[in-house]
């Protein structure tokens, strides 16, 4: 084994840092400097939460198989009814109900 890390890796990773930092440092210098947040602005921060759920499930949902799939269904609709933690442990179940059945 020659070294540890390789140089390119490393690189890579203090890039990916960076670049981390900066467009977080970014966000909040660029909301600073405003007097006022534009209503567009503001509609496009509101989006950010579900944009970002969307892109974690979605791929699960149509590529995790018929037990995800209908696991996913069972705890949207359990979701709208009762809070976050009981939503995640009737989930649980489903999924691993549907996994012993399924196989």
């Known amino acids: 084994m020659d070294a540890m890390f390789h140089t390119q890796t490393l690189l890579i990773i203090a890039a990916g840092a960076i670049a981390t930092y900066l467009t977080r ?3 909040y ?3 600073t400097r405003m007097k006022r947040i534009p209503p567009r602005a503001e509609a496009a921060l509101n989006a950010v ?3 970002v759920l969307t ?3 979605a791929p699960a949902a ?3 198989g018929l037990d995800v799939t209908l696991t996913m269904a069972v705890a ?3 979701g709208l009814r009762i809070s976050l933690l009981p939503m ?4 649980w179940v489903v999924v691993m109900i549907l996994r012993h059945v399924i196989g």
């Not at 995640?88 to 989930?91: A, I």
């Open 49 to 51: 939460p579900a944009a």
């Open 88 to 91: 995640l442990g009737v989930g």
């Open 62 to 64: 149509v590529t995790g």
């Open 55 to 57: 892109t974690l499930v």
């Open 76 to 78: 949207f609709l359990v």
């Open 29 to 31: 210098v660029f909301i």
């Open 25 to 27: 440092i970014g966000g």
